[in-house]
């Protein structure tokens, strides 16, 4: 449960609920090597690490000690590898220790494999999912896909057509007639 009298701690302009700031650095390396910024946003630039700490502070508590369990472990590996923290490694040997992740080459930590499926997964919802749960900051990743979000319906001229219409998140939608 929640302690109400811990102030939450602040990262970049936004207040983590459920991680540290060194956490949430840690996931947006990670995010910015699984999906990063090219032409276009990356996760980091979508706010993936805050949907990820909204998430851990509301409907998914119980992977909090998961997160950090698997992010030490992860800290670790680097070292061990490399004799430096993840977040000072080259975007290369990041994506080394990532590897080792992703195929459970980790011997400290046999959720390895688990671990990079769920972040992985974690990292995409938060490009993609619906704003008000803490990602896709500025509708990026729906822009990304040309997804229009929460329209109310769409013209008949949108019949098998790309629908080009800016994206609406849930609370930038004008309320129906009658609510």
């Given at each position: ?15 983590l609920q459920a991680l540290s700031v ?43 000690p998961y997160y950090t369990k698997a ?66 900051k500025n509708l990026i990743g729906w ?37």
């Amino acid at each position: 449960m929640k302690d109400k009298n811990v102030k939450p701690r602040a990262y970049r302009d936004q207040q983590l609920q459920a991680l540290s700031v060194r956490q949430a650095k840690t996931i947006d390396a990670l995010a910015a090597r699984i999906f990063p910024t090219t032409d276009t946003p990356g996760a980091v630039e979508a706010g993936a690490v805050f949907y990820i700490d909204q998430a851990l502070a509301g409907p998914y508590p119980e992977l909090r000690p998961y997160y950090t369990k698997a992010l030490r472990a992860l800290a670790s590996h680097a070292k061990e590898k490399f004799a430096v923290p993840f977040l000072k490694l080259s975007a290369p040997q990041q994506d080394a220790v990532l590897k080792d992740f992703e195929s459970g080459n980790v011997t400290t930590f046999t959720k390895a494999a688990d671990f990079f499926e769920t972040v992985r997964a974690h990292i995409l919802e938060g490009v993609f999912g619906e704003p008000n749960y803490g990602g896709n900051k500025n509708l990026i990743g729906w822009k990304l896909v040309g997804f229009p979000g929460q329209q109310y319906g769409y013209p008949d001229a949108y019949i098998n057509r790309v629908v080009d219409l800016e994206p609406v998140a849930c609370e930038g939608m004008p309320k129906k007639p009658g609510q």
